[in-house]
């Protein structure tokens, strides 16, 4: 029996390996990945961010369950937008977790956040615990990202919300042209002089290029059992939210 391969950015490996070399990168970029989130984007990802948080309309006394939320960007917005609720940060790399925890924000909000290490694919929460799922930047590193959806649906509470960041594809080939030149010759050479990382953010730009388009993805989150499915491009379509409703 053939052995089943997924993608490490251009490259094809076996699936039994993705989970440890993705938690390698993220181990290695952790303290240095919040800064290296303003270099690389000039700032826009706190606006993307926002924009997640705009659609999403966070309602006090929820809970969220922010997975591969990594240093807590999306649950402390959340947190902040609801006055009042819960948030578990999950994330497959515990330094990620680490650097999360030492932030200013976790400190003022810790009696509402949880930090837990586990797999998307494998959420370790019973059926019908959240109100909402997110997932930001996080869904093109899981080996399975179909399995990370089902996942999804299953911990959310009827009624509850979908809401997907990730980066995405740009309709305008022109435009695509420039923004890989950009990516694939200056993120890495950041990545190397910011966290003297250059292979971990090649593998960052490589893993954007071999993800899924906005309507292919559009049609895993209705495979996955969410209703109401749409998508919103962000910035032209570099960035994308997906949002789904478990109805």
């Known amino acids: 029996m053939a052995e089943k391969t997924t993608h490490f950015g251009f490259q094809d490996i076996p699936e039994d390996q993705k989970a440890s070399r993705v938690q390698g990168v993220f181990g290695s970029v952790a303290l240095k990945y919040d800064v290296m989130n303003d270099v690389m984007s000039l700032g826009i990802h706190r606006i993307w961010k926002d924009a997640m948080m705009d659609w999403l309309a966070p309602r006090p006394g929820q809970r969220l369950l922010d997975v591969a939320g990594g240093t807590g960007d999306i649950s402390?917005?959340?947190?902040?937008?609801?006055?009042?609720?819960?948030?578990?940060?999950?994330?497959?790399?515990?330094?990620?977790?680490?650097?999360?925890?030492?932030?200013?924000?976790?400190?003022?909000?810790?009696?509402?956040?949880?930090?837990?290490?586990?797999?998307?694919?494998?959420?370790?929460?019973?059926?019908?615990?959240?109100?909402?799922?997110?997932?930001?930047?996080?869904?093109?590193?899981?080996t399975r990202p179909q399995e990370a959806l089902n996942e999804a649906f299953r911990v959310l509470k009827p009624g509850g919300r979908l809401m997907v960041l990730e980066f995405s594809q740009i309709p305008t080939p022109g435009l695509q042209w420039?923004?890989?030149?950009?990516?694939?010759?200056?993120?890495?050479?950041?990545?190397?002089?910011?966290?003297?990382?250059?292979?971990?953010?090649?593998?960052?730009?490589?893993?954007?290029?071999?993800?899924?388009?906005?309507?292919?993805?559009?049609?895993?989150?209705?495979?996955?059992?969410?209703?109401?499915?749409?998508?919103?491009?962000?910035?032209?379509?570099?960035?994308?939210?997906?949002?789904?409703?478990?109805?």
């Open 76 to 142: 402390f917005r959340f947190l902040k937008r609801a006055g009042h609720g819960h948030a578990t940060v999950l994330d497959l790399t515990e330094p990620m977790l680490v650097a999360g925890r030492k932030r200013a924000e976790a400190e003022q909000m810790a009696n509402s956040l949880d930090w837990i290490t586990g797999d998307a694919m494998k959420l370790p929460f019973a059926d019908a615990s959240f109100d909402v799922y997110t997932i930001s930047f996080g869904i093109r590193n899981v």
């Open 178 to 247: 420039a923004y890989d030149r950009y990516s694939f010759n200056l993120i890495p050479a950041m990545g190397k002089l910011i966290a003297n990382d250059r292979d971990s953010y090649q593998y960052l730009v490589e893993s954007i290029r071999r993800f899924p388009d906005q309507e292919t993805f559009l049609n895993m989150v209705r495979a996955a059992g969410f209703e109401q499915a749409k998508y919103r491009n962000l910035s032209m379509g570099i960035a994308c939210l997906h949002s789904g409703w478990k109805l």
